[in-house]
């Protein structure tokens, strides 16, 4: 039988959560159009659409939180958030800004050019969606174990080296200003990339000059993959070894809402001298004066203390060991996950348990649906909806490999007894798998349309 840890808190605060009964559920569904963003919170009872800025603070955030100095310029908030990034980040210059795609629009806006490529494993769709939006292709290169969500391989997140050459020889090294690596890789079931990979891909990109960015939402929670399963770093700290994934890549973005344990936040890191003062003159105009970026002094508080928070190895065994138990209890059940289980979220298996529906119909989103129906569960469509595009040559859609329903974890939210009542329902929804139908879209706007796209049943 799985095995949860035990957590390395207790609880001081809580929230009502409240379960609709299921012709309620109905109703809340067919208005949200099919599309589980427009469900309001309030009637959801587990919701696992996320792990971004659903963390529960802790103590001494809140305490971080009633210390935040407002000052417009330089305050002492900005201070601290700046010496807590670069003791990890090691980077010269910290930006914030109010959260992850924020880092990425001002980062991708300054250095891409229309035609431009940027690989990477996998990117997430807010990085696909900025890229796109200035004019880039973005191009995913993780290995094949990767894309098969059943192989059981300990670094499902790496980057094929071949496939990085492949894109060189195409499409021209001139063509492509700047590398990516997501860790841990969201896209991709939440797996881990190894410090060789991250290593080897630092050297592919050097030798072509071109920088390499690291997406690195989750390096805490990627960092601790490391040190279980790559044997030369078991007795190396936490921060020891996101301080060295970090030496290999010349700058970062970061949505801080995820590994640093806030609900809201986010910054770009880099060595750039140029590009810094670029990105710094465009954070003016769109998000704020460079010491506050879109946050207020508080915010910048609890970034800096949640960062050093999140690099805690009783905390971070907790966090994968819970997320591992919930994949466990899942596979026991038959039902068929990403495997092995991820860091932040496991990821159901869409294709597999929804064979009989085409993709075109979008399986990931009928399981998606499905889960809320039967028991007020919300997870999110990592599939067709989220991913498929126009081939501009051919004008056929192309949709991904992967058909998923991701169940994200809030960090330190969620007990084992919440995590045993996703499992059952999941088991009810696999009884009666047979009877569920596809979707077809009503609406859905140019980027990222699974935010307000709008379905009906088929
Ligand atoms: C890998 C990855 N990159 C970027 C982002 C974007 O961050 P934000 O939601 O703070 O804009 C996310 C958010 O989920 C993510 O998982």
């Known amino acids: 039988m799985a095995k949860y840890p035990p957590e390395p808190f207790k609880i001081k605060m809580v929230e009502t959560i409240k379960l609709l009964d299921r012709?309620?559920?109905?109703?809340?569904?067919?208005?949200a159009k099919y599309n589980l963003f427009n469900l309001k919170a309030e009637d959801i009872y587990i919701d696992l659409l996320t792990d971004s800025g659903t963390s529960a603070m802790s103590d001494n955030q809140w305490a971080g939180i009633m210390r935040g100095d407002e000052s417009y310029a330089g305050s002492r908030s900005y201070q601290h958030f700046e010496d807590s990034i670069k003791d990890i980040f090691g980077f010269k210059f910290v930006i914030p800004t109010h959260q992850g795609r924020a880092a990425e629009a001002l980062l991708f806006s300054k250095i891409l050019k229309p035609g431009d490529y940027v690989p990477s494993n996998?990117?997430?769709?807010?990085?696909?969606?900025?890229?796109?939006?200035?004019?880039g292709i973005p191009v995913n290169c993780v290995i094949d174990e990767g894309l098969d969500p059943s192989t059981n391989y300990p670094f499902k997140g790496?980057?094929?080296?071949?496939?990085?050459?492949?894109?060189?020889?195409?499409?021209?090294?001139e063509k492509i200003p700047i590398a990516m690596i997501t860790i841990t890789n969201n896209s991709g079931g939440g797996q881990p990339v190894s410090l060789e990979n991250i290593i080897e891909v630092s050297k592919f990109w050097k030798k072509y000059n071109v920088p390499l960015f690291i997406d690195a939402c989750r390096y805490a929670e990627n960092s601790y993959f490391i040190k279980q399963r790559e044997k030369i770093y078991h007795n190396w700290s936490i921060k020891e070894i996101a301080k060295k994934i970090f030496s290999?890549?010349?700058?970062?973005?970061?949505?801080?809402?995820?590994?640093?344990?806030?609900?809201?936040?986010?910054f770009v890191t880099l060595n750039d001298d140029e590009l810094a003062k670029k990105i710094t003159s465009n954070l003016i105009i769109t998000e704020g004066f460079r010491t506050y970026g879109g946050l207020s002094g508080r915010d910048l508080e609890a970034v800096a203390i949640g960062l050093q928070e999140g690099l805690n190895e009783d905390y971070l065994k907790y966090r994968i060991e819970q997320t591992a138990y919930l994949g466990e209890s899942l596979l026991e059940q038959g039902i068929p996950i990403v495997q092995p289980p991820g860091g932040h979220a496991i990821y159901l298996d869409a294709r597999n348990i929804l064979p009989d529906i085409p993709q075109e119909h979008f399986p990931a989103q009928a399981l998606a649906v499905a889960l809320y129906i039967e028991g007020g569960i919300r997870g999110v469509e990592i599939g067709g909806l989220m991913f498929a595009y126009k081939d501009e040559k051919t004008g056929d859609m192309v949709y991904p490999k992967l058909e998923l329903v991701r169940l994200a974890i809030p960090r330190r939210v969620y007990t084992r007894a919440h995590l045993d009542y996703v499992v059952g329902i999941a088991r009810k929804v696999m009884e009666k798998r047979e009877s569920l139908k596809g979707y077809r879209i009503t609406y859905q706007p140019r980027l990222l349309r699974h935010f307000t796209v709008e379905l009906e049943e088929i």
């Open 158 to 173: 790496n980057i094929d080296l071949n496939k990085l050459q492949q894109l060189v020889d195409e499409v021209g090294i």
């Open 122 to 135: 996998i990117h997430f769709d807010t990085t696909e969606g900025n890229i796109r939006n200035n004019g």
């Open 248 to 266: 290999y890549a010349d700058g970062a973005t970061m949505s801080a809402k995820k590994d640093a344990l806030v609900n809201i936040g986010g």
């Open 23 to 31: 012709k309620e559920r109905i109703n809340k569904i067919r208005e």
